[in-house]
């Protein structure tokens, strides 16, 4: 194994042994992106086509591209090449290459096993069958001395406080490698050439708040490029994490299909929370982009006061038809989540602490609309088992209409199946309307110890709910909210 700063501005000879240039960076191959193809273990390790050569002349230096089928040896000593033939053009950097000094060097990049953010301090790379690959980051101090002149004795000295990163789980904060001169001075004509696909997938072993902790190091723009490439789902689990000018910044950063895409993924009073710190033409312009019936959600949310129970209520939730049993509500939550398991369907929300009972007297046979005509809340894709077939009827989730009563996920699984709804329900007797103060429908969850609270209208209708963390979010100030963890935030 060999650092790169030792093999850095070292000779480079002809076959004859002849000094004809030094050695100013290495290349290496980032293998294309291929959801179809798995990923093999070589392909998290970059393998070194070619050398970039400092050649100087009469009129300066100038740097040639040497491909590696004309290196005959590398080592701390040098290059050997095979051919004395070097072609003069001036390297430039392809598709799909990568430069080590010039692109990654010095660069900041997560340790995703130490769920951490480091800089690059030099790289390690292994020589295996004749082919050289980037095996390693060495973020340590030593490794930076090591650098400086005559920096290896004082190196030694200070020893490697930090152990070497495995290359596989390491992922550049950026989108791409920048190009360079071969001297650390990236240009920006090549700062877009390369995106890491394969390590970034590793970026989905990291939990969504361990994910946040490294975006509020980042500016906009790098937790953009950081979150480009992962699952939706989970870069919206992550924004959620932060808070909501800074979900602002990081979308406003994003390729606008890409932003649209992770705001359907999270919850939408989040999504709404999130577009109210954007102005009026870019939240209009995201929500034209999304799903139609997710981005009508999301506008019904923005049409209340900030300050009001409306403006931080959320219509994630689960509400059936009073004339459903136990058992058949039990069979539908099981029937949704193993459809949203195979993609087929929307999943059920991540809190479920209780269902709300709705006086629907007998199965709709479509989607209903609501006073403002805006659809149901009945938005399940059309290839989905979204109704469970009763002898009443289909069931669905999403049941719309004046709330009755309230069932605790406790009571609903030690209940008969036989039952029917109301008589395990408790009534709503704790509700608010949207036009109420957020503080005031806060208070409420505080006084009656409520996990939600249900949000209708003057006629009883449900509309949404308000979550214990919303409440938590209303009530502490900012001073206490940064001292607690931040799930409760």
């Known amino acids: 194994m060999a650092s790169l700063t030792e093999l850095l501005d070292k000779p480079i000879l002809d076959p004859s042994g002849d000094a004809v240039a030094d050695l100013a960076d290495l290349v290496v191959r980032v293998p294309p992106s291929d959801p179809n193809r798995p990923v093999q273990t070589v392909d ?20 040639v591209f040497i491909p590696w089928d004309q290196v005959r040896r590398m080592g701390n000593d ?15 950097k392809r598709t799909g290459e990568m430069v080590l000094r010039g692109g990654l060097r010095d660069r900041q990049v997560v340790d995703v096993e130490g769920h951490r953010l480091v800089r690059i301090n030099d790289l390690d790379l292994a020589e295996r069958n004749g082919v050289w690959r980037l095996v390693a980051a060495d973020v340590s101090p030593s490794a930076l001395v090591r650098r400086l002149p005559l920096g290896k004795r004082m190196s030694e000295r200070i020893g490697r406080k930090a152990p070497l990163i495995d290359w596989a789980m390491v992922v550049p904060v950026t989108g791409a490698a920048a190009g360079g001169d071969g001297n650390g001075n990236g240009n920006g004509a090549g700062a877009q050439a390369v995106r890491l696909r394969v390590p970034r997938d590793r970026l989905s072993l990291i939990r969504p708040v361990d994910l946040a902790d490294l975006l509020e190091q980042l500016t906009p723009q790098q937790s953009a490029d950081l979150l480009e490439d992962m699952d939706e789902a989970h870069a919206a689990d992550t924004l959620e994490e932060l808070e909501d000018e800074q979900q602002s ?36 312009d995201l929500l034209a982009r999304m799903d139609r019936e997710e981005a009508e959600e999301v506008r019904e949310l923005l049409g209340y006061p900030d300050d009001s129970a409306g403006g931080i209520m959320t219509t994630d939730y689960v509400s059936v038809p009073q004339w459903a049993t136990v058992g058949e509500v039990i069979t539908a939550l099981r029937v949704r989540g193993q459809a949203a398991a195979q993609g087929l369907d929307d999943p059920l929300p991540e809190a479920l602490p209780e269902l709300y009972v709705i006086a ?15 659809k149901a809340r009945a938005t ?3 290839n989905a088992p979204a109704l469970l077939a ?9 049941a719309e209409g004046r709330l009755v009563g309230i069932v605790a996920l406790r009571d609903l699984l030690l209940a008969d199946p036989e039952a029917n709804l109301t008589s395990v329900m408790k009534p709503a007797e704790c509700v608010a309307r949207p036009l109420d103060n957020e503080r005031d429908a806060a208070r409420l969850i505080a006084d009656e110890d409520l996990v939600a609270l249900p949000i209708v209208d003057d006629e009883g209708k449900m509309l949404g709910i308000v979550t214990v963390d919303d409440a938590i979010d209303v009530i502490l100030p900012t001073a206490w909210k940064k001292r607690m963890p931040r799930r409760y935030r």
């Open 78 to 92: 040098g290059v050997v090449l095979s051919s004395p033939a070097v072609n003069l053009k001036r390297f430039a």
């Open 360 to 374: 629907v007297e007998r199965p709709p046979q479509r989607p209903t609309t609501r006073k403002n005509g805006t």
């Open 44 to 63: 998290l390790y970059p393998p070194v086509i070619g050398l970039v050569a400092r050649l100087k002349g009469p009129r300066g230096a100038r740097d």
């Open 249 to 284: 910044q990081i979308l406003r950063a994003m390729d606008k299909e890409r932003a649209a895409d992770v705001l359907e993924e999270m919850e939408p009073d989040e999504a709404a929370d999130t577009l109210q710190g954007m102005s009026d033409e870019e939240a209009a």
């Open 380 to 382: 399940s894709r059309p």
């Open 390 to 398: 009763t002898p009443k009827g289909p069931l669905t989730l999403e």
